[in-house]
């Protein structure tokens, strides 16, 4: 079993920047692909960013530019830097794990952490 935690959410003038994190822990476990994902009010929820294991990043064109995914693999952490923040990026962010076990049985599947909110002010 594998969690994922998220961090560092919180109310921030437009302009501004936040650094999320999402600390994933269990036993005998491969973090995969992660992925960055957001619901905004009455909006759905939306893929934001992802790191694949070797460090390779994909962004939606919404933010391109003003994020920045990253990962510490021994860490087991993924990190998402959200600069020059917009009213717009109000919203509960979450992250996604694509997690292979690495001890009997051996399955991959994916987790979701339980979302921290950042809020935009203008």
């Known amino acids: 079993q594998v969690q994922l935690v998220e961090s560092g959410g919180g109310l921030v003038q437009a302009g501004g920047s936040l650094r999320l994190s999402c600390a994933a822990s269990g036993s005998a476990f491969r973090l995969n692909t992660v992925g960055w994902y957001r619901q905004g009010p009455g909006k759905q929820r939306e893929l934001v960013a992802t790191?694949?294991?070797?460090?390779?990043?994909n962004y939606a064109d919404s933010v391109e530019g003003r994020f920045t995914v990253s990962r510490d693999n021994a860490k087991k952490t993924v990190y998402l830097q959200m600069n020059d923040l917009k009213s717009e990026d109000t919203a509960v962010y979450y992250c996604?794990?694509?997690?292979?076990?690495?001890?009997?049985?051996?399955?991959?599947?994916?987790?979701w952490g339980q979302g921290t909110q950042v809020t935009v002010s203008s």
């Open positions: 790191v694949s294991i070797n460090g390779n990043t």
């Open positions: 996604n794990a694509d997690v292979t076990s690495l001890k009997p049985p051996i399955v991959a599947r994916d987790y």
